[in-house]
């Protein structure tokens, strides 16, 4: 079918069906942005890629609501400005695939944490926005304009403003063929460190259930999939002798000596090894032992059968069970990745190889797919960040239903506390009013009428002030 036979009808079809994605994709980004800069809870590593990758699907959705608006004048800025943004932002989406896929490679084989993992996010920028800025701000300026020539870069695709027609091979070469060497290399990692990751989940869930031997375990890491970090605190003990701990001279060391001629020396009976290292067997610096004096005969418990194994065991697993999930949600992605790319991508080498014809359902799903990078984005990060999206949403509704202090208690607390200030005030008016009547009271023999309010305090007042008067008569 030539571009040329396309009706009026099936033209405003595509408009329609790329703002509408648009839109969707746009709220799926918003949510993103939002919980992401509010709440602490979506702090993991991989949802941080999926913010900084909101702003570029945010900005390829501002490029598909323009739709076919300025396909009437190519030359005009907005055309040249929608497939400026086009050309940058679409194929960043599939960049940042990579980036996740490269996390999940360090993570797995040289035991990156979450800090090592942010300080790769300043390559992942320049990667994902730079390399695709060159090329696209370097078309605005192509323009073949000899007798018989191709014209600019950027004109009329069908869809929307980006590489004309004339310049098709472009597409392929600086757009879909980087997109498409980007999911290889992402689908070899995922093969790799996938193939590796499931052995050993296998091996240790065989172990769980059969085996009485260790495994051989995933070495130590960080859980990149965990927004937070915890750090084990493994407390050591060990009984000197056996004649007991004085915890006396805790609470009476100053008549414990006093009673005595000597000073009582420290016993270092019992000691308390407290290590934030549990990889590291040895005592550290930061190891601290505290001596402890009692009279209490501590019995150690019987040990435990095999501890060392027993926790190495569930470290193994738990180390395991962390880069599993972490694995499993980068595949997510990756399998929204390629059902974005596929169709977009057979559309347009089926315009190389038929040239001046199209495919109507091939365009019809490329106008469906491509808007919704942002959509799907953002519903794997409410899959991976279910729970915290729970507890946010419903802090967010609590928050708007929060009932007021007047409907609980019945009535204003302002008012209240204007009522109580009133009381107050005239309290304190009748005590000073009493004062006044007393001191009166030693000179005229008068007596107020707020004597009720008198006080101890007020007497002895009202007494020193007489007591001069007093003397002058005698």
Not at 92 to 111: G, H, Q, S
Not at 186 to 199: D, N, Q
């Given at each position: 079918m ?36 509010t ?16 702003f ?5 959705n ?10 009437g ?18 194929p ?10 490269v ?7 040289y035991?990156?944490?979450?800090r ?17 800025f ?42 879909y063929g ?33 085996s009485?031997?260790?495994?051989e ?29 004085d ?5 009476r060391?100053?008549q414990?000596?006093?009673?005595t ?6 016993n270092p009976a ?20 505290l ?26 697993y ?17 399998t ?61 509704v ?7 202090m ?25 005590v ?22 008198e ?7 009202a ?5 001069p ?6």
């Amino acid at each position: 079918m030539n571009a040329s036979d396309l009706t009026e009808r099936q033209l405003n079809g595509f408009s329609v069906i790329e703002r509408v994605c648009s839109v969707l994709s746009l709220l799926g980004c918003l949510l993103v942005i939002i919980t992401f800069s509010t709440s602490k809870s979506f702090h993991k590593p991989i949802n941080r890629l999926v913010f900084y990758a909101s702003f570029g699907n945010m900005m390829t959705n501002v490029a598909t609501l323009m739709a076919r608006t300025y396909l009437g004048d190519t030359n005009s800025a907005g055309c040249q400005f929608q497939a400026f943004l086009i050309q940058m932002f679409m194929p960043a989406d599939a960049f940042w695939t990579l980036a996740m896929a490269v996390n999940v490679y360090l993570t797995f084989y040289y035991k990156f944490d979450s800090r090592k993992l942010r300080r790769m996010e300043i390559p992942y920028l320049l990667c994902c926005y730079g390399i695709p800025f060159i090329v696209a701000i370097t078309y605005i300026f192509i323009n073949d304009s000899s007798p018989g020539g191709r014209g600019r870069m950027y004109g009329n695709a069908t869809l929307w403003c980006w590489i004309s027609p004339g310049w098709d091979i472009w597409r392929i070469a600086t757009f879909y063929g980087p997109v498409w060497v980007v999911i290889l290399i992402t689908f070899f990692i995922y093969i790799r460190a996938g193939s590796e990751i499931y052995k050993k989940h296998k091996q240790l869930h065989d172990f769980s259930s059969y085996s009485h031997h260790d495994p051989e375990p995933m070495p130590p890491m960080d859980d990149p999939f965990s927004a937070n970090k915890t750090t084990e605190i493994s407390v050591t003990t060990e009984t000197a002798n056996q004649q007991g701990i004085d915890l006396a001279p805790l609470g009476r060391r100053g008549q414990a000596q006093g009673a005595t001629d000597e000073p009582a020396q420290p016993n270092p009976a019992y000691s308390v090894t407290i290590s934030s290292d549990k990889r590291n067997k040895r005592q550290s610096y930061n190891d601290v032992i505290l001596p402890i004096q009692s009279n209490v005969v501590i019995e150690a418990p019987p040990a435990p059968k095999n501890p060392t194994n027993r926790l190495r065991r569930r470290a193994a697993y738990e180390a395991n069970n962390a880069t599993w999930s972490y694995t499993k949600c980068a595949i997510l992605f990756f399998t929204a990745m390629l059902v974005t790319w596929i169709p977009s991508s057979a559309n347009r080498v089926y315009s190389v190889v038929h040239v001046n014809e199209i495919s109507l359902p091939l365009e019809y799903m490329s106008a469906f797919v491509l808007p919704l990078q942002g959509f799907w984005n953002a519903i794997i990060y409410v899959v991976t960040s279910w729970k915290a999206c729970k507890m946010f949403f419903t802090d967010v509704v609590y928050a708007s239903r929060r009932p007021r202090m007047q409907d609980i208690v019945g009535f204003s607390p302002s008012d209240e506390f204007s009522k109580m200030s009133s009381s107050v005030r005239g309290a304190a008016g009748g005590v000073v009013g009493g004062a006044a009547g007393v001191g009166g009271g030693g000179r005229s023999g008068g007596r107020s009428e707020k004597k009720d309010y008198e006080t101890e305090s007020m007497t002895e007042l009202a007494n020193s002030s007489t007591r001069p008067n007093s003397h002058e008569r005698s």
